[in-house]
């Protein structure tokens, strides 16, 4: 198997351990990883604030480092920001390849 780890960004700015213990652990199941080094955030804060403008362009960052990963599933440690992709990712076209990056978006 082979997955793309995301990472969010509250993840990566105040509890990295949470990351690195998410890529030890797929690491341990013999899982093939992922890291997109340029991976930013998924846009739930901005989403939030219903700034639609700003979320379209963070949503854009995110799909330009996931959607042409040919991998099995794209791995979130964290419920909010996969359930933002998964379900409230939509102030970018949704394109066959967005929607197709969405649904392989899991916890």
Known sequence: MKV??????????IFPEVAIATLELLE????EVIVPL????CGQPTA???DQKNSAQIEQVFADNFQDLEVDYI???AG???KQVKQHFDA??????VTAMRAKTIE
């Open 80 to 82: 909010s920001c996969v």
């Open 92 to 97: 970018i076209p949704q394109t066959e390849k």
């Open 48 to 50: 939030n604030e219903g």
């Open 28 to 31: 341990k199941l013999n899982v």
């Open 38 to 41: 340029n991976q930013t955030c």
């Open 4 to 13: 793309a780890l995301f990472v969010p960004c509250y993840i990566d700015l």
């Open 75 to 77: 791995v979130g440690p």
